[in-house]
């Protein structure tokens, strides 16, 4: 389990996915607050250091508790997203809290978005991300 962290964790370095995370981000009601604070790449690297600090518990146990914290806080931001997420509910799921197709469609526009330049700022991004339609 562990190293399915670490991979987690890993792909968060990276750009693509510090731009795919921004929907997801900028909807989640506990951790919104990392692009104010930390901007799109920071707030990908916040959430991916759990994960190294994780890993590096195998040497150090204090790193390997604080990354168990952070973990922990990770999964119930990240369960906390799923309800917040404008048009994310199935109406086909029956009440069932499943997302719909249009997330990811959604994330690849603002990665499209911002690799164009069309979108300057994480405030700009954010914005987009909790009003669509606008």
Not at 53 to 72: D, Q, R
Not at 87 to 97: D, I, L, Q, T, Y
Not at 102 to 123: H, I, K, M, Q
Request: proline letters at 6%; charged letters at 15%.
């Amino acid at each position: 389990m562990v190293m399915l962290f670490l991979f987690f964790g890993y792909q968060k370095w990276f750009e693509y996915e510090a731009q795919t995370l921004v929907p997801y981000i900028s909807n989640g009601p506990l951790i919104f607050w990392l692009y104010p604070v930390f901007g799109i790449r920071g707030a990908s690297w916040f959430l991916g250091v759990s994960c190294a600090l994780l890993f590096a518990g195998f040497w150090n146990k204090k790193l390997g508790i604080l990354g168990a914290l952070g973990s922990v806080a990770s999964f119930i931001g990240t369960v906390t997203i799923i309800p917040f997420m404008p048009n994310g509910w199935a109406a086909s799921a029956g009440g069932f809290p499943a997302m719909t197709g249009n997330v990811p469609r959604r994330s690849r526009a603002f990665a499209r978005e911002l690799e164009a330049g069309t979108t300057r700022d994480a405030e700009a991004v954010t914005r987009r991300a909790r009003h669509p339609n606008r």
